[in-house]
């Protein structure tokens, strides 16, 4: 009796350092993936992956402006030294020009420049990347490592307290409620189709 006392008192113990350990470790990726995870919710939103920047100018060109006097002007307003990446007429009264950053889609018939460019959002960019997985590569083992950590924090979760406040206690409805939740939404939502 005393020995099965200790048994299961050492078994505790050390799920419970385990437990902490891994925890601690998996505190990092929880928070890139809990975050980026919030920006992916919401991309109908915004767009967590770049900031969009979208402006309307004038310049003094007509029908009859050949590319390159267009190009030239665009450089001179915009004081540009890079060359263009693309050029081309959109139509017979659009000419569009990308650069590195930016791109300029001129309305020739009324004069006005519809300027468009994106800077990427440091973080969530990054943290996007990754939660889609797109590395691939190294990246899915870590990944798989980490939901390894995750499910083992779940269930070592479920014995490290005993009695009524452990999991046949009242922990047992906070689980059967964690399930609930995604069967229910599934159920009233009509679910994938």
């Known amino acids: 009796?005393?020995?099965?006392?200790?048994?299961?008192?050492?078994?505790?113990?050390?799920?419970?350092?385990?437990?902490?350990?891994?925890?601690?470790?998996?505190?990092?990726?929880?928070?890139?993936?809990?975050?980026?995870?919030?920006?992916?919710?919401?991309?109908?939103?915004?767009?967590?992956?770049?900031?969009?920047?979208?402006?309307?100018?004038?310049?003094?060109?007509?029908?009859?402006?050949?590319?390159?006097?267009?190009?030239?002007?665009?450089?001179?307003?915009?004081?540009?030294?890079?060359?263009?990446?693309d050029s081309y007429r959109a139509s017979p009264e659009q000419f569009d020009v990308e650069f590195n950053e930016r791109i300029f889609r001129v309305a020739l018939n009324e004069g006005m420049i519809y300027e468009e460019s994106e800077s990427p959002r440091f973080f969530f960019r990054v943290a996007n990347w990754?939660?889609?997985?797109?590395?691939?590569?190294a990246w899915t083992y870590i990944a798989d490592g980490y939901a390894i950590f995750l499910l083992f924090l779940a269930t070592s979760g479920l014995v490290m307290?005993?009695?009524?406040?452990?999991?046949?206690?009242?922990?047992?409805?906070?689980?059967?409620?964690g399930i609930a939740v995604p069967i229910l939404y599934v159920q009233f939502s009509g679910g994938p189709s």
């Open 1 to 85: 009796m005393v020995k099965s006392k200790k048994r299961s008192k050492s078994w505790r113990l050390i799920i419970r350092s385990l437990h902490r350990d891994i925890g601690y470790l998996a505190v990092g990726l929880t928070i890139i993936y809990a975050l980026s995870g919030i920006a992916i919710n919401h991309i109908d939103d915004w767009n967590a992956n770049f900031v969009v920047y979208e402006a309307t100018h004038t310049l003094d060109v007509s029908m009859e402006s050949t590319d390159e006097q267009i190009i030239a002007q665009l450089q001179q307003k915009f004081e540009i030294t890079e060359t263009p990446k």
């Open 130 to 137: 990754l939660h889609y997985n797109r590395g691939k590569a």
């Open 161 to 177: 307290i005993k009695g009524k406040k452990g999991v046949w206690g009242r922990g047992i409805w906070f689980v059967l409620l």
